[in-house]
């Protein structure tokens, strides 16, 4: 029985260990090194096909992050952010949606208060235990290493909206099985 679609407008991710594997290099000049995997990339590329708008929720301020959201077209990154519930709530408020019309991805303890308030949400493989218990997919795959494209094809699948992105990407539907 397929599951019935939530109407998700706006997906929220995290970044340490959601979009990256969580590890945080420093350099000896004092610069923060990241590494996002190209494949998140273009998932959340495919969302704006689907009319979903993706946004960084992040506890931590990065420029590697600011940098990596302009390169994805995301317009909202909010970092620095120790209440994460109250700000997705907030920022629901401020695009006129329902926190049940939003998704939240996301991997440690920080992340589980606005995954219980998001209408679905998600985790990597190699999330906190508490986290999977609470998610509503947990991908098979770690943070940073295609998690977040893999979530959001499932949210895409269970939406209705997989075949509109295959069209907007001119992929054959023989190609996509």
Same mark, same amino acid.
């Given at each position: 029985? &397929?599951? =019935?679609?939530?109407? $998700?407008?706006?997906?929220?991710?995290?970044?340490?260990?959601?979009? =990256?594997?969580?590890?945080? =290099?420093?350099?000896?000049?004092?610069?923060?090194?990241?590494?996002?995997?190209?494949?998140?990339?273009?998932?959340?590329?495919?969302?704006?096909?689907?009319?979903?708008?993706?946004? $960084?929720?992040?506890?931590?301020?990065?420029?590697?992050? =600011?940098?990596?959201?302009?390169?994805?077209? $995301?317009?909202?990154?909010?970092?620095?952010?120790?209440?994460? &519930?109250?700000?997705?709530?907030?920022?629901?408020? @401020?695009?006129?949606?329902?926190?049940? @019309?939003? %998704?939240?991805?996301?991997?440690?303890?920080?992340?589980?208060?606005?995954?219980?308030?998001?209408?679905?949400?998600?985790? *990597?493989?190699?999330?906190?235990? @508490?986290?999977?218990?609470?998610?509503?997919?947990?991908?098979?795959?770690?943070?940073?290493?295609?998690?977040?494209?893999?979530?959001?094809?499932?949210?895409?699948?269970?939406?209705?909206?997989?075949?509109?992105?295959?069209? %907007?990407?001119?992929? *054959?539907?023989?190609?996509?099985?």
């Amino acid at each position: 029985m &397929a599951e =019935t679609p939530l109407r $998700i407008r706006l997906v929220v991710m995290d970044v340490d260990g959601t979009l =990256t594997d969580g590890r945080i =290099t420093y350099t000896a000049e004092g610069l923060e090194l990241k590494s996002f995997h190209a494949r998140d990339g273009a998932g959340i590329k495919l969302l704006p096909a689907a009319g979903i708008r993706p946004a $960084i929720l992040s506890g931590r301020v990065s420029a590697a992050t =600011t940098r990596r959201a302009a390169e994805l077209g $995301i317009d909202i990154v909010l970092q620095g952010i120790g209440d994460k &519930a109250g700000r997705l709530r907030e920022l629901c408020q @401020e695009l006129a949606i329902d926190p049940l @019309e939003a %998704a939240f991805f996301g991997d440690d303890l920080g992340d589980i208060p606005p995954m219980r308030i998001a209408g679905w949400s998600a985790a *990597p493989a190699d999330a906190a235990d @508490e986290v999977r218990a609470v998610a509503s997919y947990v991908s098979r795959l770690g943070g940073g290493r295609g998690a977040v494209r893999d979530a959001i094809e499932v949210l895409l699948r269970r939406e209705g909206h997989w075949d509109r992105v295959l069209d %907007a990407h001119d992929v *054959p539907r023989e190609a996509a099985s």
